[in-house]
């Protein structure tokens, strides 16, 4: 009998392991992959940049640390062809070693085979975007003016490492040799170039490197690693790893909870032999100890089992994450085992050992009076328990005591809703009258609070599955459902001054009329009034990453339809002063308001104007918008590339090749390709965390055979006395499904329409968007309910429809 | 017909220690109304006896008849199915189910036979025992001897043909114990109903038609 008790005991703590050991082992492999990708992704583990030349004394004390260090030096500027004709270039001069983490890949054919190279043009030689090939047609071998220098182009760039995901990028890459800038007379004063200087080698000695870097308090110099140069999947796949770690602590949350049932059972049947152990004169402490080294053995075991469990299951995540990462997946360290054990000891400790304890202690006239009503621990010191070791799980999840804290009330506050939902269901299907299910109903009112415990722990899971499944669906497809059809699907960037009106006939043939084409300068924000930008004061870091990147203006005159000023006014149409426009939430979040002095820096001139208004966009319309629009005195002048957003029924890619062959330095964007590839993200995020609230699931099957075990000695009596008075198997069979197929309806119920409310609150509120009840998921819901109570129930309670009547005469239930 | 006709009644039980005779050969029979004491030492296989008889377990060897069923050739269910409405049971320990009232308990019997009215019978049989007012109490609700008085209305709902009773005066204290054994054999005596009543007691054992006795597992 109470093999099955420690059964619930270890399975549920193999499953609490299974759990959080799946998500450490996956969250290891990701952080593995972002580390050595983000390495690459600077073509260096840190870098130092600075607005002038990087002095001997910071490049000394790199080497002296023992750290490889190279030069990378970007500017703008102009080349020209034989021919004379110019065009706009991005220069990168690289030192002999670049890059230092990643490779670079060049090709001698235009979009031919590539190769990976390491270190960069030699002196004399150029590398080049295959779209500046287009623009000046050159091939390998011919010559470019860049500066006072001839220079060969002798390979077409195919990957740059350092390049970052910027679409925008203005101008096409030109590689050259930092050996040749001195000569090349193309920094001169004034001049916009950034210096940097990459850094590779140990973290410790980069540690002592940073170290001094911030002794020194140059505020010119800044310091980039690795971690602020994770692109924006990535600290998205960091939320996605949260809520992995919230659903893991969930399945615990619940385990704890079986662990806590099947640990009072046994703790009562101990009770009676430790008190014979006492009263034959054993200590109490002599008794723990043997309490404490099984359940030492259950831990280790489980512990094993769990994290081996764990390990199959961080595969499946890993598969369905598995396009948010360009290559493959390092292998795990073994480090989240340590979790896994840590895990099983929590959850035991937490969860088990009050009962526990409390049995060591029976009073030792059990042995006379068994009726003796059994010494239970107090409730609040087992709750308390629980919540400690939920508290130290979850802030170690999560790295973080304060969202520990908050998640610990977060779940307290679900779990206790959900048990009040589940009490006033019971209470309220208790007053029901219906004779066919008399006896189900009995079973509800006679254990109110085992039943909405087990109602509880099972739509925990199922509402969170729920939730997702309509989140998966619903919400993304409402979302794609309310994009307008004749929403922009393609949006052209890079368009050159002189492009622009061979674009729009382009774009009249194909019957889009009157589309404006955006200016778009580049700009770097660089003080608000007379505070300069990154001299602190920003609470929030992303304000702070947004003012400091360079970002796109545009300038018009009259105000656009699609746009509406919500504060101030639109500047007048013969204006000749120097304003701007900024979006709203944008302005709130950077801390701009009305009135206010921008200083932009644009090339190399600096763009000073007031902010005249402040607009609200649609950003979903998918028009081409801007955070800031200035007037055209503003920004004419400067150096801009046009862009626009059209709709194009194109479904054979005709107008691609059009435009691409057309305008080679043009890039066409396809929306509904990027749209697509957002919402699979979303998609895939959704779906592996549901995947992890699959053990929450089974958690919740646990807790509700544990709490039908506690109430088995009761059935079985039951079960006996029928067959005594002439109730047939069947009739057994019959009341006990129908009680948890009873049970069942209540949790999927509850489950279903909680879900339902939870994905109305998300589209309408959170989301505006219209909500559409889905009728099918939320009877789903209600049949998952009833199929996973009603099995795992009548699987539970098997044994007692085996009883025989003779239990009434021999009263050995 | 005879009540019950057993003959060569045998229970064999496998122990760590070997197979174990706890009932041997026995024969036994009653005949319609008649009333039957079995006494014997504890431990000499009188509850083996009665649960064999009542088919709540099944022989070793040998045929049993209860109300014209060869129990001996039904299974568990079939058994079960000849005791529904036509046998009633007093035990020592109550039994009665402690999720259900008083009344519920006593109408339990009747819905498992599937005989109408259950709620009104009931309710009259409890009257009977004297516990018109405890209704809706649940047994823990009871006291001992109260909750041997459901008992006795509990068994006595359906008209049974046949009682069977284990020693239902074990757990009380003299007078209680009085009170139900007077209960009893008046409403057998009004029903005219069989009844096989295992008990320690001479007294009550007297007042039975017939008193076998038990030792070891054979009828002496
Ligand atoms: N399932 C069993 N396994 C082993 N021994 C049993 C079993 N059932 C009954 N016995 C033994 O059979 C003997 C008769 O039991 P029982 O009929 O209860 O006696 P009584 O009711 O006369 O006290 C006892 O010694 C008892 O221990
Ligand atoms: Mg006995």
Redesign the interface.
């Given at each position: 009998m109470r093999v099955s008790e420690y059964l619930i005991l270890t399975l549920a703590l193999v499953l609490a392991v299974a759990a959080v050991t799946s998500v450490g082992f996956f969250a290891n492999r990701v952080e593995r992959a972002m580390q050595a990708q983000a390495a690459t992704l600077l073509a260096a583990d840190a870098i130092v940049s600075s607005p002038q030349q990087i002095t001997a004394e910071v490049r000394d004390t790199a080497l002296q640390n023992s750290l490889s260090i190279t030069d990378v030096i970007e500017f703008p500027s102009v080349v020209l062809n034989d021919d004379g004709d110019t065009a706009l270039v991005s220069v990168k001069a690289v030192g002999d070693a670049y890059p230092l983490r990643g490779e670079l890949r060049l090709s001698r054919q235009l979009y031919g085979v590539d190769r990976g190279v390491i270190g960069g043009p030699p002196a004399g030689e150029v590398w080049i975007d295959p779209r500046l090939a287009g623009v000046l047609s050159v091939t390998p071998g011919d010559e470019l003016a860049l500066g006072d220098l001839q220079v060969v182009v002798n390979e077409f760039i195919a990957f740059e490492p350092d390049r970052g995901g910027d679409v925008f990028q203005m101008a096409p890459r030109l590689m050259m040799s930092a050996s040749d800038l001195p000569v090349s007379g193309l920094l001169g004063e004034g001049s916009r170039a950034r210096y940097k200087m990459l850094i590779a080698g140990e973290s410790r000695d980069l540690d002592n490197f940073a170290g001094w870097l911030d002794q020194l308090g140059d505020a010119s110099l800044q310091l980039q690693n690795v971690e602020q140069g994770r692109p924006r999947v990535q600290s998205a796949l960091l939320n996605v790893r949260r809520f992995l770690g919230l659903a893991a602590a969930v399945a615990v949350l619940l385990s704890g909870a079986a662990v806590a049932l099947a640990a009072r059972q046994i703790a009562e049947r101990d009770m009676d032999t430790s008190a014979l152990l006492r009263a034959f004169g054993a200590s109490s402490q002599s008794v723990i100890r043997i309490v404490l080294i099984r359940l030492a053995a259950i831990a280790l075991v489980a512990s094993l089992v769990g994290s081996a469990v764990g390990f199959l299951a961080q595969f499946g995540l890993s598969a369905l994450l598995a396009q948010w990462f360009a290559a493959e997946l390092p292998a795990p360290s073994m480090l989240p085992l340590v979790g896994g054990i840590s895990c099983a000891l929590l959850a035991l400790g937490g969860f088990c050992l009050p009962a526990i304890a409390k049995s060591a202690d029976a009073p030792v006239v059990r042995v006379l009076r068994r009726d003796l009503p059994v010494a239970r621990p107090s409730t609040w010191l087992v709750i308390g328990s629980a919540l400690m070791a939920m508290l130290v799980l979850l802030t170690w999840l999560t790295r973080d005591i304060k969202l520990g804290l908050a998640l610990v009330a977060g779940l307290i506050t679900v779990v206790g809703v959900l048990w009040l939902v589940s009490r006033a269901l019971v209470a309220l299907a208790g007053r029901a009258q219906a004779p066919r299910l008399r006896r189900a109903l009995e079973g509800i009112r006679r254990r109110p609070n085992s039943v909405s415990l087990q109602i509880s722990a099972f739509s925990v899971g199922l509402l969170a599955l729920l939730l997702l499944a309509i989140v998966r669906t619903d919400v993304l497809n409402t979302w794609q459902r309310q994009i307008p059809d004749n929403a922009p699907n393609y949006f052209l960037v890079n368009i050159q001054p002189e492009e622009v009106e061979q674009v729009q006939s382009l774009l009249a043939q194909r019957g889009v009329e009157g589309e404006s084409l955006h200016p778009m300068v580049r700009g770097r924000l660089e003080a608000i009034n007379d505070r300069r930008i990154g001299e602190g004061g920003y609470s929030d870091e992303r304000a702070r990453r947004m003012s400091e990147r360079d970002f796109n203006l545009s300038y018009h005159l009259l105000p656009r339809d699609d746009n509406t000023v919500v504060d101030g006014q639109w500047w007048p149409a013969d204006t000749t002063e120097n304003q701007f426009s900024v979006e709203q939430d944008f302005a709130e979040e950077v801390g701009i308001n009305l009135g206010d002095e921008l200083h932009f820096r644009i090339a190399d001139k600096q763009v000073s104007g007031t902010v005249s208004n402040l607009r609200e966009v649609q950003w979903e319309s998918f028009a081409v918008n801007f955070f800031v629009v200035g007037t055209p005195v503003a920004l004419s002048g400067h150096p801009a590339s046009f862009v626009t957003s059209v709709f194009i029924d194109d479904p054979d890619g005709v107008f691609v090749r059009d435009v691409v062959s057309q305008f080679p330095g043009v890039t066409v964007l396809d929306v509904g390709t990027m749209l697509e590839r957002i919402t699979g993200i979303l998609d895939r995020a959704a779906l592996a965390v549901q995947y992890v609230f699959g053990f929450t699931l089974v958690a919740g099957i646990l807790v509700l055979i544990a709490a039908v075990l506690a109430s088995r000695r009761e059935r079985f009596q039951e079960a006996a006395i029928l067959r005594t008075l002439g109730a047939s198997r069947r009739y057994l069979a019959g009341s006990v499904s129908r009680e948890f197929i009873l049970i069942g309806t209540l949790a999927g119920l509850m489950a279903s329409s909680i879900a339902a409310v939870l994905a109305w609150v998300i589209v309408e509120r959170v989301m505006s968007l219209q909500y559409e009840f889905n009728l099918t998921l939320w009877i789903g819901g209600i049949l998952v309910g009833i199929a996973g109570i009603w099995s795992a129930g009548t699987v539970a309670t098997l044994p007692v429809l085996r009883q025989s009547p003779m239990a009434v005469i021999r009263n050995q239930v | 017909m005879n009540t019950i006709q057993a003959s060569g009644l045998t229970k064999r039980v496998v122990t760590a220690e070997g197979e174990l005779v706890i009932l041997d050969e026995v024969d036994i029979a009653l005949s319609a109304g008649e009333a039957v004491a079995v006494v014997g030492p504890s431990g000499s296989g009188k509850?083996t006896l009665?649960?064999l008889l009542?088919g709540?377990?099944s022989a070793s060897d040998g045929q049993i008849e209860l109300l014209g069923s060869q129990l001996h050739a039904l299974d568990?269910?079939g058994r079960?199915?000849?005791?529904?409405?036509q046998?009633g049971?007093v035990?020592?320990?109550f039994?009665?189910?402690?999720?259900?009232t008083a009344l519920?308990n006593v109408m339990?019997?009747l819905e498992?036979?599937g005989i109408g009215q259950a709620r009104d019978r009931a309710a009259e049989q409890l009257a009977s025992v004297g516990l018109a007012s405890r209704q809706k109490h649940l047994p823990s609700q009871l006291s001992g001897g109260e909750q041997q008085r459901v008992a006795v209305a509990?068994a006595f709902v359906t008209n049974p043909k046949v009682l069977f009773a284990?020693e239902p005066t074990g757990n009380l204290d003299q007078n209680t114990g009085d009170t139900i054994v007077e209960l009893m054999f008046g409403m057998r005596a009004s029903l005219g109903c069989a009844l096989v009543l295992v008990t320690h007691d001479q007294r009550l054992a007297a007042r039975c038609d017939r008193v076998v006795t038990m030792a070891e597992g054979r009828l002496l």
């Open positions: - | 509850s009665l649960a009542a709540l377990d568990e269910d079960a199915a000849v005791r529904a409405g046998v049971f035990f020592q320990s039994q009665l189910l402690p999720g259900l519920e339990l019997p498992l036979a509990r284990d």
